[in-house]
Nanobody
Framework: QVQLVQSGGGLVQAGGSLRLSCAASGRTFSTYAMGWFRQAPGKEREFLAGVSWSGGVTHYADSVKGRFTISRDNAKNPVYLQMNNLKPEDTAVYYC?????????????????WGQGTQVTVSS
């Protein structure tokens, strides 16, 4: 059974940093694109960042550009989301996702596997 297992997250003060990790079990996703999303209470799931299968192409939502960095290490499996200069409005449940295609997109409906979600809370 395929699973995406997330780690990281937690409580941090505004201006601080966190790193989220997402590892696959059951199979490798080294040929597939991956993305990070978040969902705050009462809001729709929001695309944050995506990375191509090779790691060579990345793109970001305007809300996190310059603060968040997505990366992947296909040799070791995980994909990471480094989050710097966090703001209270970044508070949400964060999800990683795999798309069975080489290129990431911003549409959550086009992803095939999802992590369990991890809470990130930024205090002011």
């Amino acid at each position: 059974q395929v699973q995406l297992v997330q780690s990281g997250g937690g409580l941090v003060q505004a201006g601080g940093s966190l790193r989220l990790s997402c590892a696959a079990s059951g199979r490798t996703f080294s040929t597939y694109a991956m993305g990070w999303f978040r969902q705050a209470p009462g809001k729709e799931r929001e695309f944050l960042a995506g990375v191509s299968w090779s790691g060579g192409v990345t793109h970001y939502a305007d809300s996190v550009k310059g603060r968040f960095t997505i990366s992947r290490d296909n040799a070791k499996n995980p994909v990471y989301l480094q989050m710097n200069n966090l703001k209270p409005e970044d508070t949400a449940v964060y999800y990683c996702a795999v798309r069975r295609a080489p290129v990431a997109v911003s549409d959550a409906g086009r992803y095939d596997y999802w992590g369990q979600g991890t809470q990130v809370t930024v205090s002011s």
